[in-house]
């Protein structure tokens, strides 16, 4: 199985840049397509944007393309979300996840593991 960590949330204000990182352990974590999700609080789990196996193709929210760019280095068992132009709106725990999925990777049924999410705050 993979296990995943994030880090890289914090306090910024709009107009900034923030890069989270997912590190994953075990053998096998190219064999997943990965995810970013968020959660604001009152909201459900959004889908944010996600990356194949191969890092051949990514996906993103309407809401976020332009703006956020994922990435992965499976040397380093680590997937990244670089967020530019951040907005109060972005405020949330952010979340990756791992899936065996091909598809539909908007969908967080999709994704069987999980990390313990980093906390994204945007001033405005």
């Known amino acids: 199985q993979v296990q995943l960590v994030e880090s890289g949330g914090g306090l910024v204000q709009a107009g900034g840049s923030l890069r989270l990182s997912c590190a994953a352990s075990g053998r096998t974590f190219s064999n997943y397509a990965m995810g970013w999700f968020r959660q604001a609080p009152g909201k459900e789990r959004e889908f944010v944007a996600a990356i194949s196996w191969s890092g051949g193709s990514t996906y993103y929210a309407d809401s976020v393309k332009g703006r956020f760019t994922i990435s992965r280095d499976n040397a380093k068992n680590t997937v990244y979300l670089q967020m530019n132009s951040l907005k109060p709106e972005d405020t949330a725990v952010y979340y990756c996840?791992?899936?065996?999925?091909?598809?539909?990777?908007?969908?967080?049924?999709?994704?069987?593991?999980w990390g313990q999410g980093t906390q994204v705050t945007v001033s405005s």
């Open positions: 996840g791992g899936s065996l999925y091909v598809d539909y990777l908007s969908l967080s049924d999709q994704y069987i593991y």
